[in-house]
């Protein structure tokens, strides 16, 4: 994996330090698209700045961090090519890459710990796409997107 972006609003700013460390850790490499203060801003524009990196190719994957995670990865879905995963557990994440080849993985700040969240993102960084049977399904994805 080459290049990670991250992005939050003012929802997701505490988490987003916690995950910066994690990744810093773990040397990965990233850029940080997100908001810098809990400053209340809106969820759409750092969802999209984080979205279309990855769609572009400047970054391989994305992680996304609001209040509850769920306008990030609707918003990051809007863009074509974007699957993004809101995850709660260590099984959805590992799923979401191996059978649905997320390449966003968003959480909620005000709704899991910061524990699990390092934990869910660790599976989800780790895992592979299966591909095979699932290259057939997001094929049919793409053509709905397509439309």
Same mark, same amino acid.
């Given at each position: 994996m080459k290049k990670i972006?991250?992005?939050?609003d003012h929802g997701g700013y505490n988490y987003k330090k916690i995950v910066l460390n994690y990744l810093k850790e773990n040397k990965y490499d990233f850029i940080d698209f997100g908001c810098d203060s809990l400053d209340s801003c809106d969820y759409p524009d750092f969802a999209l700045k984080a979205a279309v990196a990855v769609k572009s190719g400047e970054c391989d994957? !994305? &992680?996304?961090?609001c209040g509850t995670g769920i306008g990030m990865s609707i918003a990051a879905n809007k863009v074509k !090519? &974007?699957?993004a995963a809101l995850c709660h557990d260590v099984?959805?994440?590992?799923m979401a890459r191996a059978h649905n080849n997320a390449n966003i993985i968003a959480f909620g700040e005000?709704?899991?710990g910061a524990g699990l969240m390092l934990e869910i993102l660790d599976a989800f960084l780790k895992t592979k796409f299966d591909g095979g049977r699932h290259e057939k399904r997001l094929e049919k994805v793409l053509k709905i997107e397509n439309k």
């Open positions: 972006a991250i992005a939050n994957i !994305g &992680i996304l961090i !090519g &974007i699957r099984f959805s994440a590992k005000r709704v899991i």
